[in-house]
């Protein structure tokens, strides 16, 4: 039977593989951000292009390199969630 302790526990679990999948993305993209903002700021070279296409290719290389494991997160994710449905339900 679902519970509001059981929807919350749902919820939760989706919340923390949204961060999980996530997180390597994120991370990628904030820490070359940060990498071309001080090489602007030291070069005072202010191109809007300088900042966006590097972010785009290295969030190109992390899905190419983390993108099986994300997908394997999120399928075993997604399994365990659908064969936990009979036992929710009744």
Known sequence: MM????????AQQA????V????P???AALVTGLL???FQAATQLNEMTLSFIPKLL?????????GPWMISMLTDYMRRLFTSIPTLIG
């Open 36 to 38: 071309v903002s001080l």
């Open 3 to 10: 519970t509001p302790e059981t929807v919350l526990t749902i």
């Open 20 to 23: 999980m999948v996530s997180a």
């Open 25 to 27: 993305m994120l991370g």
């Open 15 to 18: 919340l923390e593989m949204t």
């Open 58 to 66: 290295v969030l190109v290389l992390v899905m190419m390199i983390a």
